[in-house]
Structure formats: C-alpha cells, structure tokens
C-alpha cells in the first residue's frame, strides 16, 4: 500500500465501489444550441477555457454530433469521502493506473466517482476490490 494516512486506509476499506448502470461520453462544446439540448441530461459538467465540458449518455452524446470521448462506465465508491478527506483519491487513480486502466475521477459532495473505458470497467472493479482489502489487511 502507498504511504498515506490512517484515514485514508479507512476509506479506502469501508468503500463498495458499485458500478452504476450506463455508459457515458465526455462531450466538450462552445455551441449554445448544443450546450442546451444536451445540458438537462448531463450527469456532470464542468466550465473550461475551451467550452463547457458535459458528461452525458453516450447515446445521446453519439446523436449530437459534437466532438466525445470513447465509452465510459461509472463506478461509485460509496464511502463517505470528507472534501478535505485526504488520498482516496491518489490510491484509487494509482491502483487503476498500475493495472494500466485510465480514469477520470470526479469528486462530488457525497461521493467520488470514478469513470473508467467501457471495456475496462470489470478489470477495475476487480483492481479496486483489491485494494479495497490491502486496506482492510492494513488496519
């Protein structure tokens, strides 16, 4: 395991990571019209120098005709992680990325989220059970 707090074992031990049904495409745009036709469905959005950057459905990203990322799956941790919490984070996004899977985190106000490949998503819930139990052997 990394060095990191005690705190952070504990999180990472008490965490179900669950994946959540849907696949999902990182959109960026600077079209107003596309902005508003896709904005009610986005699961997360985040303004950025280059547009706004919406996470949607990937049906719907795919309908839309804007520049997307490829298909993503979502894996919730569901563990109460504090805003100022500090390494579940590093440990999830390192244990994803010594198994060569890449990731792109979201932390939210009660939980972080981890997006990984569609085709990826099985082989992280496997990496993060793992972790999930170095941690609890930690403890």
């Known amino acids: 395991m990394p060095d990191i707090?005690?705190?952070?074992?504990?999180?990472i031990a008490d965490m179900k990571p669950t994946l959540i049904p849907g696949v999902f495409a990182f959109v960026s745009t600077t079209s107003p019209?596309?902005?508003?036709?896709l904005s009610s469905h986005a699961i997360a959005t985040f303004?950025?120098?280059e547009g706004l950057s919406l996470l949607v459905p990937m049906g719907l990203a795919e309908r839309s005709g804007a520049e997307l990322s490829q298909p993503m799956r979502c894996i919730t941790l569901n563990v109460y992680s504090s805003l100022d919490g500090v390494g579940l984070t590093?440990?999830?996004s390192k244990a994803l990325s010594?198994?060569?899977?890449?990731?792109?985190?979201?932390?939210?106000?009660?939980?972080d989220h981890v997006f990984v490949p569609s085709d990826k998503c099985?082989?992280?819930l496997d990496v993060?059970?793992?972790?999930?139990?170095?941690?609890?052997?930690?403890?």
């Open 5 to 11: 707090a005690h705190s952070a074992y504990a999180m």
């Open 90 to 92: 590093a440990a999830v």
């Open 122 to 124: 099985e082989n992280a």
């Open 98 to 111: 010594d198994a060569d899977i890449p990731c792109n985190m979201i932390a939210a106000f009660h939980h």
């Open 33 to 37: 019209a596309l902005i508003g036709s």
């Open 47 to 49: 303004r950025e120098e």
């Open 128 to 139: 993060l059970a793992q972790l999930q139990s170095r941690a609890r052997d930690f403890l």
